[in-house]
């Protein structure tokens, strides 16, 4: 049985939506509880969301306070993290629990974004390889609740790359797959500030994270470029 945790802030244009296609999908009826982990929400995210049953987490805002928050009050044996613009693929509980079952107990989907832009299917091509580089958590990730809880959660004194850095603990204790069916993911922050212009700080800051650039650093640069407040 499954646990779906989205983190939220200001997703009230998009958050029933949301919540709807991840019931729709779950064609098997395995996902027993939708927590929405919000974080501080300005807007009507918060009523939206208990208008459409799911259980609502407040946390500090910061999507690793937040999952983390998710997780803590989740009751199910398998978590499933997904981002509030991100669809997943139909049958996806069932998936997760094969996988689960046949000891791969933390694996993400591949991912396609809702823009038909070369750039970004190029991209979005690299997300079937298993390799790190190419994990963030806009595929959408399940855990087993154990194996998360071993990893240590996701570190919340990080602002940016918390799946990254994520996902590198727990592959060094357990393996993860990749599944093949596609999670669909907005392209809003690229049809905003340019798909070149986005890709670009998103490789940027990156970049500069693998060097060991602090994490006040790149959110200014990150917000140099994009403006989301979402930070």
Not at 12 to 33: F, M, Y
Not at 57 to 65: D, E, F, L, M, P
Request: proline share 3%; net charge positive.
């Amino acid at each position: 049985m499954i646990s779906v945790i989205i983190p939220t802030y200001n997703e009230a244009l998009i958050i029933a939506d949301t919540i709807s296609k991840v019931r729709q999908h779950d064609i098997a009826g395995l996902v027993k509880e939708i927590v929405v982990a919000d974080g501080k929400s300005t807007d009507e995210t918060v009523e939206i969301a208990a208008a459409n049953d799911a259980i609502i987490v407040h946390s500090n805002k910061g999507r690793a306070a937040q999952m983390n928050a998710g997780a803590a009050f989740a009751t199910q044996p398998v978590l499933y993290f997904l981002h509030a613009d991100s669809t997943p693929p139909e049958g996806y509980s069932t998936l997760i629990s094969k996988n689960v079952l046949a000891d791969r107990p933390a694996g993400f989907f591949k991912m396609a974004f809702d823009y038909p832009h070369w750039f970004l299917k190029a991209n979005c091509w690299f997300t079937r390889f298993n390799l790190s580089v190419f994990r963030f958590g806009d595929q959408s990730m399940y855990i087993t609740k154990r194996l998360f809880l071993v990893a240590g959660s996701f570190n919340e004194q990080l602002i940016l790359l918390e799946d990254q850095e994520f996902v590198t603990r727990v592959k060094k204790i357990s393996n993860m797959d990749i599944l093949p069916n596609t999670v669909i993911t907005s392209a809003r922050k690229y049809r905003v500030h340019g798909v070149y212009k986005t890709q670009a700080t998103f490789f940027l800051v990156y970049f500069l994270y693998r060097m060991g650039v602090q994490q006040p650093t790149l959110l200014r640069v990150y917000q140099r470029w994009i403006n989301d407040h979402k930070f």
